[in-house]
């Protein structure tokens, strides 16, 4: 009898560390919220608030799948790169579906891997890293393809105050023209002082210096004037 007992105390538990984990998971995959839901913001009003959760886009409320890179204009447009299926989805100022663009492909104007993106409303110009075609490519912000140009590796791009283009490689941090063309770089790939080995994103602020983040790197943040 006693044994028959410490056996269903035993599955009980069983089952109830299953129902734990199962419950764990369901959260970790569903984001902790239901899709399609928006809460209200609360708690303390310093600081970063969520406001608000895009799973979906287009009318057909397609899944807004492996999110890649992210780029904000100067009217506060929102631009998302999705990398498996080679398209840039535009999204308002209040997380509102504009329109999407890119084909998949190899031609020009085509994508594979869209990775990064950056856009500069001075020169009405998106600019997205392709890491499997192995480009830069620029389209205007309503997403017409203008120009593309070879680059080894990109990673990410940034774009200056005077709209000069930073894109990021395994080596060195390339500098273009708006129209593409090549104006220098700067560092090479190693783990020393200056050196970069994965840099995974750029910004450029106001003065025109350059941050990096690498990610190999660890906690390393580096800047040089451009």
Request: charged share 20%; proline share 5%; glycine share 12%.
């Amino acid at each position: 009898m006693t044994g028959n007992r410490r056996l269903l105390f035993l599955l009980l538990f069983i089952i109830l560390i299953v129902l734990v984990g199962l419950g764990g998971l369901y959260l970790y995959l569903s984001g902790g919220e239901q899709p399609g839901t928006q809460d209200e913001t609360s708690g303390s009003d310093v600081g970063l608030l969520h406001v608000r959760t895009l799973y979906t886009y287009g009318d057909e409320d397609r899944a807004l799948a492996h999110p890649v890179g992210s780029a904000v204009d100067g009217d506060g447009n929102i631009y998302v790169t999705l990398r498996d299926v080679a398209r840039i989805v535009k999204f308002s100022s209040d997380g509102d579906y504009i329109s999407d663009f890119g084909e998949h492909g190899t031609a020009p104007g085509e994508m594979l891997s869209p990775l990064g993106i950056a856009a500069d409303s001075l020169s009405n110009h998106l600019y997205v890293t392709d890491r499997a075609r192995l480009r830069l490519i620029c389209y205007d912000l309503e997403g017409e393809f203008l120009w593309e140009t070879p680059v080894l590796s990109p990673l990410a791009p940034a774009v200056g105050p005077d709209g000069t283009v930073y894109v990021g490689t395994f080596g060195p941090i390339v500098q273009m023209s708006p129209q593409g063309e090549f104006e220098g770089e700067v560092g090479t790939r190693g783990l020393s002082e200056g050196q970069f080995d994965f840099p995974r994103s750029l910004a450029v602020d106001d003065d025109g210096f350059v941050y990096v983040a690498d990610t190999i790197i660890t906690d390393t943040c580096k800047c040089c004037d451009s």
